[in-house]
């Protein structure tokens, strides 16, 4: 990574958003803290956090204008000359390949975990444990929403009795925060008020040598379409993690029972748990054109257990060249605002090694997603 040119003066702000509380960021953006670097990407649509690991996971999250009390972009000259498009629908929103307008660069996302908790953003001492990153089977349930459905007949948590997340007046902190961006070269400035203290921090922007693509995910090839309650994919992982298994194996039958299983194996033992179509208490759709069995790390798998106990709903997609989205949905804020999304995408074990020898070249990734509905996973 090569680091921007210095200005030597500030223009116009490119990109400013005021938020009255930085727990639900800090929240969000936690569920991708595994890893320490992080691309962004900023339009008048949302500002985007992007992590992968070995080339073989990408994680996603999207934070809209509907997060901020004030949200303001203001792309250069060039951007403006080839944006005279329409603005998006609701459900493009999401669409994470439509970024050719967007501003791009790379921060520490670790400074930046670090500087949202200058206040005390940092929930985790009402969490059971992080399961981004570490092998730590308590799985990443810190801040978990209440779970009408307990799966597996377990004791519901004290802490897990909030049946919103980001319930305002139990999260909302005194202060602001607004985030600053004055384009290429400039810092990415977080600055927190509270009580009359004013603290800026000033993290490094950072212009990488060349773009990492997104895993391609083909919808022409969707091979399935499963959504259901996050809580019960979680308490499924978190029971296969028990066994420390290096590989996940992950099936799909229209017709055959089980209909979904998910299956792992360690070094004394082996475990299957099976989810069936017709439980609508844990299953709200299942649509499968044709058999989907898929192998991959577990490891990799684990780092998105944060994010399954933050959300209510996860979509789980599958194309025909293995690549697993999950895709997961966070209600933030008040009833009625509009859900966020983190985005999680895998590539199976027998493609691992064909992605890296591309080196990020993925041809035919333009217009993969052009799908009507985005990727709005819930419609």
Request: hydrophobic letters at 35%.
């Amino acid at each position: 990574m090569t680091q921007g040119p210095t200005p030597s003066a500030a223009p116009g702000p490119v990109f400013s958003a005021i938020s009255s509380s930085t727990r639900h960021i800090y929240d969000l953006l936690k569920c991708i803290g595994f890893m320490p670097i992080a691309s962004v990407s900023i339009s008048a649509d949302n500002i985007r956090f992007s992590v992968e690991d070995s080339h073989s996971m990408q994680a996603n999250v999207c934070l809209t204008p509907d997060l901020f009390s004030s949200y303001n972009y203001t792309p250069s000259t060039a951007h403006l000359e080839s944006s005279s498009a329409a603005p998006p629908s609701s459900a493009e929103q999401f669409n994470l390949e439509s970024e050719e307008n967007n501003v791009k660069f790379q921060i520490s996302l670790s400074a930046l975990l670090e500087c949202l908790q200058i206040f005390g953003a940092d929930g985790s001492n009402n969490s059971g444990g992080g399961g981004g990153g570490n092998n730590n089977r308590q799985g990443g349930t810190g801040g978990v929403s209440g779970r009408d459905n307990v799966p597996f007949g377990r004791q519901q948590a004290p802490f897990l009795g909030n049946p919103n997340l980001f319930e305002q007046n139990s999260l909302r902190l005194p202060g602001t925060c607004r985030f600053l961006y004055q384009g290429t070269g400039f810092p990415l400035s977080i600055i927190l008020e509270d009580a009359g203290v004013t603290t800026t921090c000033h993290l490094t922007t950072f212009v990488p040598p060349s773009s990492i693509d997104l895993i391609p995910f083909n919808r022409t090839t969707l091979t399935h379409k499963i959504i259901l309650k996050s809580a019960f994919l979680h308490d499924a992982l978190l029971e296969l993690d028990h066994l420390s298994p290096e590989t996940l194996i992950y099936s799909v039958s229209p017709h055959r029972r089980p209909n979904f299983s998910l299956s792992a194996a360690g070094i004394l033992s082996s475990a299957t748990i099976d989810f069936s179509a017709n439980n609508k208490i844990v299953m709200e759709t299942f649509l499968v054109h044709e058999e989907f069995v898929g192998r991959y790390k577990f490891g990799l798998v684990r780092k998105a257990m944060r994010a399954m106990g933050v959300a209510s709903k996860v979509s789980l997609r599958g194309d025909g060249e293995g690549v697993l989205s999950m895709q997961y949905l966070v209600e933030v804020g008040d009833k009625g605002a509009a859900p966020t999304f983190i985005d999680f995408r895998f590539l199976p074990l027998n493609h691992e090694d064909e992605y890296e020898d591309d080196e990020g070249d993925h041809s035919g990734l333009d217009g993969a997603e052009d799908d009507a509905d985005g990727d709005e996973m819930m419609e």
